[in-house]
């Protein structure tokens, strides 16, 4: 007969023997299914295993079978043995073990304030994602703002703060969840533990409000150089920080009172008194214009473009008759359009390219932009999803060479790299109308930036990115999506099958080259190849250049080929011999 002593059991948690203390739940439950406790056993093994999906499995068989007494009476029993066990693990420093048990106790009772804040230290002691920290941060915060919170343990409460604000990492959610125990009344000024702590929250909130200055969010700076204030008001950087955003906000009364608070042995302090000396006066205006400038930058290379066009708007108040203030403008706007699928935003972009034209007539890239806006509102009114434009720059010139085939039955695209589809929605809206039209498209989804090259959720967002944007083109029954290597993949493929191949995978030579010698027998005669990122180069290898590769098969098929259009980025050749 098979051991079922209880002793045996415990034994096994406490040695960490997981799988054999399943197995010997498991058997218990056999003998004896009546008794409750096999199964609250049987869970910890599995969650302690890392099987937690299971484990709560387990659980929720009990406890959604008894009735509302039951229910809370087993639901204490279990919660009872999981914080036992909870207490043993971080009485040994065993994080990892810890973490997936304070976890379940947060999904039995989601309103249990200090074991929040007890799991809210395990993320952060563990690092797991910020995402995650913050999302129990603001767990945290609406517990505190609904005041559902009983007998707070305040030295877990003052340890977590002290954490948080520790280092050079502060979670977005950390300073909101310290105003939130403020406002709250949870700590004590006098507290020289809890004093301490303000004074680095309130260097936090100091630095986290230049950073907003920094990107142009000026009211949300002026908020937090405020929440500075009121933590530590003995600090001549914060008020010289506060009198900057609120400066750049026009407010210049407020701004003065806190840049006269600047001493003399700060090193803000000139500064500080040439701003002073400008308050109100032309060389105001230049300064505010350099620092929505330089605001406009960051965002612009963070492609924050909804931020981007509310700078613009600023600048535009300081510069209502220069070209480049209406441009800046509608750029951020035709950007925002297309990233955040805003077809009103793009539509209001092409009143500020027509003013900056009507300002600067030889304005070309207002004028291209322009151009490409009727399609773009289609583009967004149907919801695409792309998290790079690699492809408008071109689509003036795939307009001209490619309106011969629009519409025509039987159609066949080849397109060698994907990424999110954008090109591939453009020529199902565009060319590949007809019914019987169809397009192959080919992909590694690896072809990522190189930093995430080796992410795979990177790879799995641009291959869903695709798969989405296929759908909403409404034209998925005409596509053909084959994952893989293209060198192996176009051996597999009909000959002499296709009107247009687009190249625009690998941007190594070597690679171009095989996928143009590889898709030339694919191609009918009379039909189009389209090579992309012929400027593209790799500065310390000129051997791998993207342009050495095409130029080869260029070279090598020179007279089976007319080149129809030479761009600086995109080569358009038409095959007139076999």
Known sequence: ??????????????TQNYPEAIAFYRRSIQTNPNEISHYWYLGLAQLL???????????????????AAQYEAWRSQLLALLFQYTTGRETLGDW?????????????????????LALIWLYAELEVSHATLDRA??????????????NINNPRLVNLLAKLVSGNCVYAKSLPFFTACCAENLLHPQDATVLSISQRYAIAYSARGQQLSNIGEFDEAVFHFNKALELDANVPRIHYNLGMALFSQGNSREAAQHLQNVTATEPDYHTAGMILEAMDTPKAREILLTIYHKALRRNWKAAQYERMAKIARSLLSLQPHEADSYYHLALALYYDGIFASKPEAIAESEGYFQKALELQ??????RFRLATLPYMKQFAAKGYSVSADCFTIVMPIWEEQLKR??????????????????????????????ETARITCIDNFEGVVEKKKQDQTARESVEERFDGNIE???????????????????????????HIIYIDGSHFASDVLQDAVLSWGLLKQGGVMIFDDYNFKFADHPQWNTGRGIDAFLTVFEDK??????????????????
């Not at 397109?415 to 453009?426: D, H, L, R, V």
């Not at 080929?561 to 076999?578: D, H, V, Y």
Request: glycine fraction near 6%.
């Open 137 to 150: 941060l603001s767990a945290a915060i609406e517990l505190l703002r609904a005041k559902q919170y009983d």
């Open 405 to 434: 085939f629009a519409h025509v039955p039987n159609l066949n695209v080849l397109e060698i790299g994907c990424f999110e589809g954008m090109a591939s929605c453009w020529l199902l809206d565009n060319l590949l109308t007809h």
């Open 561 to 578: 080929i007319q080149i129809i259009e030479r761009g600086e980025r995109q080569i358009f050749l038409e095959k007139i011999a076999p």
């Open 1 to 14: 007969m098979q051991n079922t002593n209880p002793q045996q059991g415990l034994h096994y948690l406490e």
């Open 49 to 67: 295993l890392g099987e937690a999906t299971e484990a709560m499995e387990t659980w929720n068989r009990i406890i959604s079978g008894g009735s």
């Open 361 to 366: 007539v030889d304005r070309e890239e207002a």
């Open 472 to 498: 909403k083109s409404g034209a998925a029954q005409k596509v053909k999506k084959r994952v893989g290597n293209s060198q192996e993949l176009l051996r597999s493929l009909p000959l002499n099958a296709y």
């Open 96 to 116: 990892d073990s810890a973490l997936p048990l304070r976890q379940c106790i947060h999904t039995l009772d989601p309103t249990d304030f200090n074991n929040l």
